[in-house]
Nanobody
Framework: QVQLVESGGGLVQAGGSLRLSCAAS????????IGWFRQAPEKERESVAAISMSGSYTYYADSVKGRFTISRDTAKNTVYLQMNSLKPEDTAVYYC??????????????????WGQGTQVTVSS
């Protein structure tokens, strides 16, 4: 079992940057792949990025490729999402999730059991 807590959201102007953190508790953190998802008002939840338990494999949605970077620090039990060149359409609540099956982190996340509480990201134009 793993517990997840997101932080780092906020209000930023278009073109700006934010770094989200997903802190995990539990000794099994290194046995989970971690993904970031987002959900904007009246839109379905979507996968944004994911990183394998070893950190050697990463996935990005086409909409964020080249702008977002996912990384993990095993010593700190934390996964980061560095978001650069933010656009108003990136506005959403961002969630991190854990899974032992990487493919589950690349879809809408309906099969995932472990979620954080979410952090709001608002990008003004």
């Amino acid at each position: 079992q793993v517990q997840l807590v997101e932080s780092g959201g906020g209000l930023v102007q278009a073109g700006g940057s934010l770094r989200l953190s997903c802190a995990a508790s539990g000794r099994t953190f290194s046995t989970y792949h971690i993904g970031w998802f987002r959900q904007a008002p009246e839109k379905e939840r979507e996968s944004v990025a994911a990183i394998s338990m070893s950190g050697s494999y990463t996935y990005y949605a086409d909409s964020v490729k080249g702008r977002f970077t996912i990384s993990r620090d095993t010593a700190k039990n934390t996964v980061y999402l560095q978001m650069n060149s933010l656009k108003p359409e990136d506005t959403a609540v961002y969630y991190c999730a854990a899974s032992q099956t990487m493919v589950h982190l690349r879809g809408p996340g309906s099969q995932l059991r472990y979620w954080g509480q979410g952090t709001q990201v608002t990008v003004s134009s």
